[in-house]
Nanobody, 123 residues
Framework: QVQLVESGGGLVQAGGSLRLSCAAS????????MGWLRQAPGKEREFVAA????????YYADSVKGRFTISRDNAKNTVDLQMNSLKPEDTAVYYC????????????????WGQGTQVTVSS
């Protein structure tokens, strides 16, 4: 069983920054892809960012490219999402998740999910 616990969400003004963190346990962390996904009210869950097992490859949704940065620390079993220049449309519940795929840029490729953390961006 995999446990994922997100933290770092909150309320921020447009243009501000937040850093989300996810702590993982229960699986050999350094062997699988990690991702961040989000779900806004009334919308489908969508892919935000992913990072491969070594941290050498990253992938981003077009909507966050250049503003968000995903990183991981395999020694600490954590994956972070640095979010800059936040916009009201970034408001959502953010989830971290694991994937056994080498490239995982769609939600169905993720198997274990955290409980989510709320990010609210005010205009």
């Amino acid at each position: 069983q995999v446990q994922l616990v997100e933290s770092g969400g909150g309320l921020v003004q447009a243009g501000g920054s937040l850093r989300l963190s996810c702590a993982a346990s229960g699986r050999t962390f350094s062997t699988y892809t990690m991702g961040w996904l989000r779900q806004a009210p009334g919308k489908e869950r969508e892919f935000v960012a992913a990072i491969n097992w070594s941290g050498g490859r990253t992938y981003y949704a077009d909507s966050v490219k250049g503003r968000f940065t995903i990183s991981r620390d395999n020694a600490k079993n954590t994956v972070d999402l640095q979010m800059n220049s936040l916009k009201p449309e970034d408001t959502a519940v953010y989830y971290c998740a694991t994937s056994l795929y080498l490239i995982a840029t769609t939600t169905e490729k993720y198997d274990y999910w955290g409980q989510g953390t709320q990010v609210t961006v005010s205009s």
